[in-house]
């Protein structure tokens, strides 16, 4: 059974840096297209970052691009989001998301999602 489980989330102060981390079980997720997605209130679920092939391809939204960074911890079964240089509009719960085949960087493109985690930037 696919698991996701997120951590890492928490409150800074602008200009700061989290880790997120997402723990996969039930799966290979070096064999997975794994995302990071985020929802702020009163917005739809957006994109952040995607990996896939073992971490040879990824995808970042124009906002986080040159902040954000995605990896995926084989050892671990894990995939990472290290954020720096946030900004108050980074403020949003941060999803984890895999699906088989990466098709694209929308929500709907992905079949299975944890429970995700806040992350609160304070200017």
């Known amino acids: 059974q696919v698991h996701l489980v997120e951590s890492g989330g928490g409150s800074v102060q602008a200009g700061g840096s989290l880790r997120l981390s997402c723990a996969a079980s039930?799966?290979?997720?070096?064999?997975?297209?794994m995302g990071w997605f985020r929802q702020a209130p009163g917005k739809e679920r957006e994109g952040v970052a995607t990996?896939?092939?073992?971490?040879?391809?990824?995808w970042y939204t124009d906002s986080v691009k040159g902040r954000f960074t995605i990896s995926q911890d084989n050892a671990k079964n894990t995939v990472d989001l290290q954020m720096n240089s946030l900004k108050p509009e980074d403020t949003a719960m941060y999803f984890c998301?895999?699906?088989?085949?990466?098709?694209?960087?929308?929500?709907?493109?992905?079949?299975?999602w944890g429970q995700g985690t806040q992350v609160t930037v304070s200017s």
């Open positions: 998301a895999a699906t088989a085949y990466c098709v694209g960087f929308r929500p709907d493109h992905f079949r299975y």
């Open positions: 039930g799966f290979t997720a070096s064999s997975y297209c």
């Open positions: 990996v896939y092939l073992g971490g040879t391809i990824t």
